[in-house]
């Protein structure tokens, strides 16, 4: 599956280039808006654990209809995913 592929492929290259510190700095350029520049290894461990955690919550919720039941769990709040929502974003990786 190429969205599988692509994601793990996507893991694999941020734990490598998290390494180094010129790689935490292209990174920290790369994603833009982070709260703090990556300063070490655990910094980009961190950032992953934060990315894959909307993952999970969009696998669990992946039913082949619209409901809020993974949403309002979590936040409270009546926004339903969209049908199937992780192909939804394996659809623009």
């Known amino acids: ?3 599988y592929s692509g994601l793990k492929a ?3 290259f941020l734990h490598d280039v998290g390494k180094t510190k010129k790689g935490r700095a292209a990174l920290t350029e790369a994603m833009g808006n982070l ?3 990556l300063g ?3 910094d980009v461990e ?3 654990e934060y990315l894959q955690s909307p993952m999970f919550t969009l696998a669990e919720g992946d039913y082949p209809f619209s409901t809020n039941y993974i949403t309002f769990a ?3 709040i009546d926004a339903p995913l969209p ?3 992780f192909s939804k974003l394996c659809a623009s990786v």
């Open 74 to 76: 979590l936040s409270g």
């Open 46 to 48: 961190t950032l992953m």
């Open 1 to 3: 599956d190429d969205c």
């Open 83 to 85: 049908p199937w929502p």
């Open 40 to 42: 070490n290894v655990e």
């Open 35 to 37: 709260c703090k520049p």
């Open 10 to 12: 996507a893991w694999v």
